[in-house]
């Protein structure tokens, strides 16, 4: 009995973290592409602060779909759907919190300066990692992301 609830809470935190790391990417991605597009840094902070949660939200909406039918396979209902922004508005809160936590500790200047030392090619080609805005939201991940699990599944399976 018990082998059968660790196999099911493990395999639905397998295809959680598989959800988790495609929305993560439309999130960076998104976030990314508008420090761009608005040419900020990382002295920008409430514009930086800003384009985070718009990528926040266009993840947010397609990791409730995903998280729904594939992670969890269960059909969506109000109840769910309101848990589910729940969780992900204290989830936004700590990833806000935190964003500027790390930026006000100098940890993107950290990760940067370490990424630039250790892919010196991988920053060549792709030079908007060696930028410490883009590299702020990685310790954020590390974080939130098994808290958010443990909400997510609260209110969407019970």
């Known amino acids: 009995m018990a082998t059968a609830a660790v196999r099911q809470t493990g395999g639905e935190f397998a295809r959680f973290f598989v959800v988790g790391v495609g929305a993560t990417l439309v999130h960076l991605a998104v976030y990314l592409l508008l420090n761009w597009l608005f040419d900020l840094s990382e ?10 949660a718009v990528g926040y939200v266009v993840s947010f909406v397609a990791n ?5 039918r594939w992670t969890f396979k269960t059909q969506g209902s109000v109840r769910k759907g309101l848990g589910f922004a729940f969780s992900h508005l204290v989830n936004a809160f700590m990833h806000l919190i935190l964003l500027n936590f790390f930026r006000a500790v100098g940890a993107g200047d ?14 060549d080609w792709l030079p908007v990692l060696g930028r410490p805005e883009s590299l702020l939201p990685l310790p954020v991940y590390v974080i939130v992301v098994p808290l958010n699990f443990i909400m997510v599944r609260y209110f969407l399976k019970r």
């Not at 950290?110 to 920053?123: E, G, N, R």
């Open 43 to 52: 002295a920008d902070v409430w514009a930086i602060t800003a384009t985070y």
């Open 64 to 68: 409730y779909f995903a998280s729904l």
């Open 110 to 123: 950290a990760l940067s300066m370490l990424l630039i030392w250790l892919t010196p090619w991988l920053v």
